[in-house]
């Protein structure tokens, strides 16, 4: 009997998926009902949850404002990121401790609303003014307002400048003071393995003199834990003329400044005394007898709520003591309110759209912006800061400057036409090429009645080797020299060759010129740019002095055992030990007449 199989897939139960569920009608078919989640039970009643969410987002306020230091100021962009982020925290506890109840999205949204109808509230109204404080604060309603955050007069720059004196040039940048005052702290074996020094280097005014002063700060977390008691010991102060350094030690340490931690932090030490004040960065500054204090900038917005930044006053801190004093007037002694950014800032809002927003876009008629440099120097005991302005429409040369005093903002623009200073940088390297020193940024002196770019030829060690001057408006007017006044001195006799000076105009001008006399005991020469120069050493002497015979034509008469009275300017100092100094004439003993040149 042959074999069959008949295959019936409703016999097999494990068949049955594949006809479906309730197959046969009946109820044992039907899939199993989902599993229902079991709301989360609210902790307490209403007011003990308040109570708790109110004490975990105070707790957050209170690390955050710690932490971070956000100004209480609607001024302030970070005061809104608190403001959201304490929103955000009072929203999850409510939310957390009220069980998550509700069903299905819609439920679960209804909810979260209904706990978080304050803090909502609160997120949309500082939304609602920051869009109003962006629109009044937009420089394209707003641009005559910008442009008359700084207030500008024209200068007549020979008249107003007055020729600067040897002693009153800082001649000396920030990385090589930053390097001196390293040098110098190196020295200091006490304090070498203990501190380091802040890399903030400030010009200020002391007792007469243009130097930069910084202060210690600790070596890492564990040397301010052994060291906070006494504060830190001293702080630097470096003349930019002599470039001598100094460590001035206190009697009592410095308790307050950047470097500390937690409550003598400058930064939260002015934070919970001012807590509405937004301030720039601190400046370290040292009055007339030597204590040390930080200048606090007040920062203030004057258009709309986010717009014009300007300064109203500083704090100045007591950096031994810690006591605060909030000045509208600064007192004089203060030399850095107004940082070079703001001034500059404001200077481009004006330069830009003092002929309105469209001309600033379209035609661009007498569109002018600063330069992408800035120094400083020293006049009438105040510091102010220089830049060139430019055309927007060339970066190739400048139109004139701006000289602005960084306690006060006055400003003053000078409409002389010439070089920009990277030109200038660029064409005092060309001279000495083959030695390949870099110029620093430079300065902007009257020597002669003559704008003059002044500034230092460093060597790959950072070291300053050379100095030059270039003349702004013809700016292929380039001399150095291995001291100021011997770069002063031939730069003088270039302008003379050029027309543009007198011959009676060639000499050095300001330090402390001196007439002494001698007996020459050694002569050397030496050809410069084409010119003879003689180098004498007097009897007892060491170092020499430079005749350019371009400018003393009587130098080739000088002679071994002649005795000469000489004129030299010193620059700050006395005679250079194994140093050159330009002299500016002589006259043989016993001649009645003035030294010749």
Request: hydrophobic residues 40%.
């Amino acid at each position: 009997m042959p074999f069959s199989f008949h295959f019936d897939p409703g016999s097999f139960q494990g068949f049955q998926g594949f006809q479906g569920y309730a197959s046969n009608g009946g109820a044992d078919d039907a899939p199993p009902p989902k599993r229902t989640r079991k709301p989360r039970k609210p902790i307490g009643n209403a007011f003990t949850r308040t109570l708790i969410n109110l004490g975990v987002t105070l707790v957050f306020a209170l690390v955050y404002f710690y932490a971070e230091l956000p100004a209480i100021n609607l001024h302030a962009e970070e005061f809104y990121v608190f403001a959201f982020l304490v929103c955000a925290v009072y929203c999850v506890c409510a939310v957390l401790t009220s069980g998550f109840q509700g069903d299905g999205v819609k439920g679960y949204v209804g909810f979260v609303k209904k706990q978080c109808t304050v803090p909502f509230l609160a997120f949309i109204a500082l939304i609602a003014v920051i869009a109003v404080g962006s629109i009044t604060s937009w420089v394209v309603l707003r641009a005559g307002a910008y442009s008359q955050l700084l207030t500008i007069e024209s200068g007549d720059f020979t008249a107003e400048i007055e020729e600067i004196s040897y002693d009153q040039i800082p001649m000396l940048d920030a990385s090589s003071a930053s390097r001196l005052g390293s040098r110098k702290l190196g020295e200091l074996s006490d304090m070498v393995s203990q501190f380091e020094i802040l890399p903030t280097y400030n010009q200020i005014n002391y007792q007469g003199r243009p130097v930069r002063v910084t202060s210690l700060a600790y070596g890492d977390l564990i040397k301010w834990f052994t060291n906070r008691s006494q504060g830190l010991p001293a702080y630097i102060v470096i003349d930019m003329v002599t470039q001598e350094a100094n460590v001035i030690r206190l009697e009592e340490g410095m308790k307050y400044t950047t470097a500390e931690h937690f409550g003598r932090n400058l930064y939260r030490h002015l934070r919970f005394h001012y807590p509405t004040m937004m301030f720039d960065e601190p400046v370290f500054e040292i009055d007339e007898s030597g204590t040390p204090y930080w200048v606090c900038s007040r920062i203030v917005k004057t258009i709309g709520l986010f717009g014009g930044t300007d300064i109203q006053g500083a704090v100045l801190v007591n950096a031994i003591t810690g006591e605060s004093t909030y000045y509208e007037e600064v007192p004089s002694w203060v030399d850095r309110v107004y940082s070079s950014d703001i001034i500059m800032e404001q200077y481009d809002y004006y330069g830009m759209y003092h002929n309105g927003f469209l001309n600033s876009i379209f035609g661009q008629r007498d569109v002018t912006l600063t330069t992408d440099g800035w120094n400083y120097i020293a006049i009438n005991d105040d510091v102010y800061m220089y830049t060139g302005v430019t055309s927007v429409t060339s970066d190739q040369s400048n139109i004139g400057f701006i000289l602005s005093n960084q306690r006060t903002k006055e400003t003053h623009f000078y409409s002389i036409a010439g070089a920009t200073e990277t030109s200038a940088m660029e064409s005092a390297q060309s001279q000495v090429q083959q030695m390949r020193y870099n110029a620093t940024f430079p300065l902007l002196l009257n020597i002669a009645d003559q704008p003059t770019y002044f500034m230092a030829l460093k060597g790959d060690d950072g070291l300053v080797k050379m100095y030059a001057m270039v003349n702004v408006e013809q700016y292929q007017i380039v001399e150095t020299g291995q001291t100021v006044a011997a770069c002063e001195s031939n730069y003088r006799q270039a302008l003379a060759n050029a027309g543009l000076i007198g011959a009676g105009q060639t000499g050095v001008s300001g330090g402390d010129v001196r007439t002494q006399d001698g007996i020459i005991a050694e002569i050397r020469t030496s050809v410069i740019d084409g010119n003879t120069h003689f180098y004498v050493r007097l009897e007892n002497g060491i170092g020499f002095l430079d005749f350019n015979a371009a400018q003393v034509p009587r130098a080739v008469l000088l002679d071994v055992g002649d005795h000469i009275w000489y004129d030299y300017a010193l620059e700050g100092a006395d005679f250079p030990e194994n140093g050159i100094v330009a002299a500016s004439g002589f006259r043989f003993a016993g001649e009645e007449a003035s030294p010749a040149a």
